[in-house]
Nanobody, 124 residues
């Protein structure tokens, strides 16, 4: 079992940056693939960026490519979402998720564990 907890959300102006953290407890993060998703009001939860285990291969949604990246610190059992050049359309609740399978999965159903989410609001 893995428990996930996101932090780092908040209000930021367009063009600004935020860094979201996802801390794992209950089990090592090392052997799990990880992903970040987001859900805006009235919309379905969508894939943002993910990192595969054990290769470290990453995939990024076209909507955030060149602006968002993912990194992980296995020593700290943490995954980071780096968000730059934020736009109002990036406003959403952001979730981290973990899966025990290999490769990067884009579908929410592929992930076994989820955090509670953190709100990101991009507005002037």
């Amino acid at each position: 079992q893995v428990q996930l907890a996101e932090s780092g959300g908040g209000l930021v102006q367009p063009g600004g940056s935020l860094r979201l953290s996802c801390a794992a407890s209950g089990s090592s993060f090392t052997n799990y693939g990880v992903g970040w998703f987001r859900q805006a009001p009235g919309k379905e939860r969508e894939f943002v960026v993910g990192m595969a285990w054990p290769t470290g291969l990453t995939k990024t949604a076209d909507s955030v490519k060149g602006r968002f990246t993912i990194s992980r610190d296995n020593a700290k059992n943490t995954v980071i979402l780096h968000m730059n050049t934020l736009k109002p359309e990036d406003t959403a609740v952001y979730y981290c998720a973990a899966r025990s399978g290999m490769g990067v999965a884009l579908a929410t159903q592929a992930y076994n564990y989820w955090g509670q989410g953190t709100q990101v609001t991009v507005s002037s």
